[in-house]
């Protein structure tokens, strides 16, 4: 029996039967046993670059021989942190940005819901403090982002968290809008979007969605926050998701593909006039932060990261590719069992599973796992199948995928049939 405790699980259906990964290599990964499958999810979203890159392992293994660890507090920092900090800086559309570097993405939400507080406390409106996020959305499992967060299962019997939140329709800027005139523009810090929902389900924007965010946030003067800890680094195509749309938000939250998961990292991307009131004059303190900010060895595994990204153009390889992910998904809204196909923004989409089929039976987490008895490994998410490849992945992997759902489903529906 494991003594393993693994995160948003039932650990009752996996204790002492977990799926050992054991070793992973481009987009491929074998367990323990030896089997091979498809990493059609990146891991969690993660690894852009593909698995098995040794440069960044090097550059790790460097790191930690000249400086294995050192905080950031007070005047101290390390070389790669200040140099990630300034290539972040440069590469986000972000007015005069400034970075704070944390583990990761969940850390990074608490990070920026604090300082849309505390930036209109030091501007001499601490009444502006409520906070919007979005139906379906997940933002990390601290305290603001479960708040925050639209995914109600996430919210139970866990009582009261952070209060001054409230959450809209995640596609109806009119519900947005309302909402902003309910509670009055005054009283409102900043509304949290995820360009794409991720956990949600894989869901996209309406045409014109972020645009419009990002014209109400302006006229009202809301603090608009993307959330793009999934959709950056190349998932959308793109550094960040806000160049795909053209926008310019206030802050940025980052995380996964900084690193393409070889490491653990975070942070805000917050803009010049966000960072003025503490950075300028006499300056303020911003009292937060985590022992690991800035890690000097995640920090180098960062700069690696996008390096290669760069040099092998898989920013444009992702908008390439995302048109052949589309099409490959396609046909299995031929099936009775599919209801939908999301997909077509970037190398992200989810098979959508038809009412009647889970109502007969054919369960989200039973095609999960069939699929990926037949070598391909999804997400299950709600009523879906999530898929985000590394954008490392080939026209000719990506037809794995489909194949392997369309078999996966008919398994499950031929099962459930012997059994009924």
């Not at 990493?39 to 090097?58: C, F, K, M, P, Q």
């Not at 959709?231 to 938000?249: K, M, N, S, T």
Request: charged share 20%; net charge negative.
């Amino acid at each position: 029996m494991t003594r393993l405790w693994h995160p948003f699980t039932n650990m009752a259906t996996v204790a002492g039967r977990e799926f050992v990964v054991d070793r992973a290599e481009g987009v491929w990964v074998w367990t323990e046993d030896g089997q091979r499958l498809l990493d059609a999810t990146g891991s969690l979203w993660y690894v852009n670059v593909g698995h098995g890159r040794v440069e960044i392992a090097d550059a790790v293994r460097e790191q930690l021989v000249k400086l294995d660890s050192y905080n950031i507090f007070n005047d101290y920092a390390n070389r790669p942190a200040l140099e990630l900090a300034d290539r972040l800086a440069g590469l986000a559309p972000v007015a005069d940005g400034h970075v704070f570097l944390t583990p990761g993405g969940g850390d990074g939400i608490e990070t920026a819901a604090k300082l849309a507080r505390r930036f209109w406390a030091v501007e001499g409106a601490p009444e502006r403090n409520h906070l919007i996020g979005r139906a379906s959305a997940f933002h990390g499992a601290g305290g603001f982002g479960t708040t925050i967060g639209g995914i109600e299962a996430n919210l139970q019997d866990i009582g009261p968290l952070v209060g001054g939140v409230s959450r809209v329709a995640y596609d109806s800027l009119d519900d947005l809008r309302a909402e902003i005139e309910r509670l009055g523009s005054e009283r409102v810090a900043a509304v949290f979007v995820e360009p794409v929902v991720g956990a949600g389900g894989v869901l996209p924007p309406p045409a014109g969605y972020i645009e419009g965010v990002a014209a109400l946030c302006a006229e009202t003067g809301v603090l608009f926050v993307l959330d793009e800890v999934i959709c950056a680094f190349g998932r959308l195509g793109h550094w960040f998701a806000a160049e795909r749309f053209g926008v310019e938000p206030d802050m940025i939250v980052f995380a996964k593909g900084v690193t393409s998961g070889y490491q653990p990292l975070g942070g805000v991307i917050a803009a010049g006039r966000l960072a003025a009131p503490f950075w300028t004059g006499d300056g303020d303190y911003f009292r937060t932060g985590q022992t690991y900010s800035g890690h000097p060895a995640c920090c180098a595994a960062a700069l690696v990261n996008l390096d290669i990204i760069e040099r092998e153009g898989l920013l444009a390889r992702s908008r390439e590719l995302e048109g052949v992910l589309a099409d490959a998904l396609a046909p299995l809204t031929e099936l009775d069992e599919v209801s939908e196909v999301r997909a077509g923004l970037g190398l992200m989409a989810a098979v959508e599973l038809a009412p009647e089929a889970i109502g007969a039976g054919i369960t989200v987490p039973a095609v999960f796992e069939a699929t990926r008895a037949e070598g391909v490994i999804t997400r299950p998410l709600g009523t879906s199948l999530g898929i985000s490849p590394p954008l490392t992945i080939t026209a000719e992997e990506i037809g794995l995928i489909p194949a392997a759902i369309g078999v996966a489903i008919e398994a499950v529906a031929k099962a459930g049939s012997r059994a009924g």
